[in-house]
């Protein structure tokens, strides 16, 4: 019996580009850093959820502003500034929806 992997049928799996660890722990630590600023009990009182979504919201438009600067493309398969911003705004927009 053929094992699965050597089957004609199977799906080849593309090796995963070497920048999405770096990406993503880069967006979790951003994201961690956020959450924590988020949380500092203040004096402007605006509320943690307040807080996150300006917070996000500024951190999408930093990446976005990272990845022109770079100049980075934003259809590749590697991930980049552009992936890591468009996932804050969807974030913020998450966000203020629920505000």
């Known amino acids: 019996m053929k094992a699965l992997w050597q089957s004609p049928n199977a799906r080849r799996q593309q090796p995963v580009d070497p920048s999405v660890p770096i990406v993503a722990t880069r967006f979790a630590v951003r ?3 956020v959450l924590i600023f ?5 004096a402007h009182g605006w509320g943690m ?3 996150f979504v300006l917070l996000t919201g500024f951190n999408a438009l930093t990446c976005f502003i990272a990845a ?15 992936d890591e911003g468009l ?3 969807v974030l913020c927009v998450i966000g203020w929806l629920f505000i």
């Open 38 to 42: 988020a949380a500092l009990p203040l």
């Open 68 to 82: 022109l600067l770079l100049r980075e493309k934003p259809n590749t398969q590697a991930l980049s500034h552009y």
């Open 31 to 33: 994201l961690v850093i």
């Open 87 to 89: 996932w804050m705004a």
């Open 49 to 51: 959820l307040r807080m």
